[in-house]
């Protein structure tokens, strides 16, 4: 089985405000693009949003992927370490803990590898994860709820 590649970013206007995520997922000649978008969310929550459908959506149980995304806010969590404490913990005091159970619940499916990129530079994968995420954001004929975001406020 390949690697999967995987780019992430996600959007807030206003932050809080309308926000969406935009996923690029490529395995061998195959490309697959995901986005949604959201009535009131943050810019964070749909970093880690993204990050979590990206996951979901591997079809293989085991598969290695590798997620490039230019979120501190994600990668150092997990490079570093810093959101096993957190769960040891139990997220307490930690904003989004419901994104952060379901992308351990993914995460621990499968191999994953995090690669920070700078953003709004010149990597077109992250460029265009960008622009899914914005347009998502934009299209308020088909926003959703974000439920963790409205069952914590403003957090």
Known sequence: MSTITIFTDGSAL????????????LAGHHRKELSQGFRRTTNNRMELMAVCVALEALRFEGSEAVIYSDSRYVVDAVTKGWVFGWEKKGFAGKKNPDLWMRFLRAYRRHRVRFVWVKGHAQTAENNRCDSLAVAAANDSAHLIEDTGYTATADL
């Open 14 to 25: 206003g932050n809080p405000g309308p926000g969406g995520y935009g996923v690029v997922l």
